[in-house]
C-alpha cells in the first residue's frame, strides 16, 4: 500500500510539471508535438493524425505500432478524412458527437500508418468540450489512443497515467475525472456491426447488432 501511495505520489508530481493551457496544448499538436488530454471516455494521447512523423512518436510511447483511431471536431472533419454517403452520414449523426468509435474507409489523407496500412480508420467524435476545443485550436484531427501501456488500465484521471506515458508527452490537460473511465464502443460501419462493447454500446445497439 505504502509504494502503491509513493507511486502515486510520483506520477502527480510528473504530471504537475507537463500541465499545461488548451493554447499552448494545441500549438504542441501543430509543431507535431504530443499531448496527454481528457475526453468523455478516458484520457487519451493526442498528436497530429495526419502526421507520419507525429504518429511515430505515439507508437513509441504505446511501445507497439497498432492502428490508431483519431478524433475530429465535427461532422465535416469526418468527410475530410472517410468516405461516407448520405445514409452512413445520417447514421452516424445518431451516433456522434458521443463515446463511439466508428470505423469508415479512410481518404489519401489519412497516412497509413495511421491504420497500419489498413483502408479503413476508427473515428472518435468526443462529447467533451476540452477535445473539441483541442481540435479545433490545432486545426487537424488528432490521435484517439488511450493514455497507457499495453496492459495496463485506462486512466479516468491524470493521476492514473503511468510515468513512462507521461515521460513521452510534451504536455498534460487536466480535464479532472472522465465522465465514463471505459473505452469506446466500436462500431463498424462498412460491415455494419459491433466490434467492441464499451461506453456507448446502449447507443449503439440500439442501430446496430
Known amino acids: 500500500m505504502e509504494s502503491n501511495h509513493a507511486d502515486l505520489q510520483k506520477t502527480r508530481a510528473s504530471a504537475s510539471g507537463k ?3 488548451i493554447h499552448t496544448a494545441a500549438k504542441i499538436i501543430r509543431d507535431r508535438g504530443v499531448v496527454i488530454y481528457p475526453t468523455e471516455t478516458v484520457y487519451g494521447i493526442g498528436v497530429d493524425a495526419l502526421s507520419g512523423t507525429a504518429v511515430r512518436k505515439v507508437f513509441a510511447i504505446k511501445k ?23 445514409d452512413t452520414m445520417e447514421l452516424i449523426r445518431k451516433l456522434l458527437p458521443g463515446p463511439i468509435t466508428v470505423i469508415l474507409e479512410k481518404k489519401p ?6 491504420t497500419a496500412g489498413s483502408d479503413r480508420v ?7 468540450e476540452i477535445t473539441i476545443r483541442l481540435i479545433d485550436l ?3 484531427p488528432v490521435t484517439s489512443t488511450s493514455a ?32 465514463y473511465g471505459v473505452a469506446s464502443t466500436v462500431v463498424d460501419l462498412v460491415e455494419m456491426q459491433i466490434l467492441r ?8 445497439a440500439r442501430y446496430l447488432r
Open 138 to 140: 490545432s486545426g487537424t
Open 148 to 179: 497507457n501501456l499495453p496492459g495496463e488500465p485506462p486512466a479516468r484521471e491524470v493521476c492514473e497515467i503511468s510515468e513512462d506515458v507521461l515521460d513521452g508527452a510534451d504536455c498534460v490537460i487536466d480535464g479532472g475525472r472522465c465522465e
Open 109 to 114: 489523407a489519412v497516412p497509413d500508418i495511421l
Open 64 to 86: 507497439r505500432p497498432s492502428p490508431v483511431s483519431l478524433a475530429v471536431s465535427g461532422y465535416g472533419m469526418i468527410e475530410d478524412v472517410s468516405v461516407c454517403d448520405s
Open 197 to 204: 462493447k464499451g461506453a456507448g454500446y446502449e447507443q449503439a
Open 19 to 21: 500541465v499545461a493551457d
Open 122 to 128: 476508427g473515428i472518435r467524435y468526443p462529447d467533451h
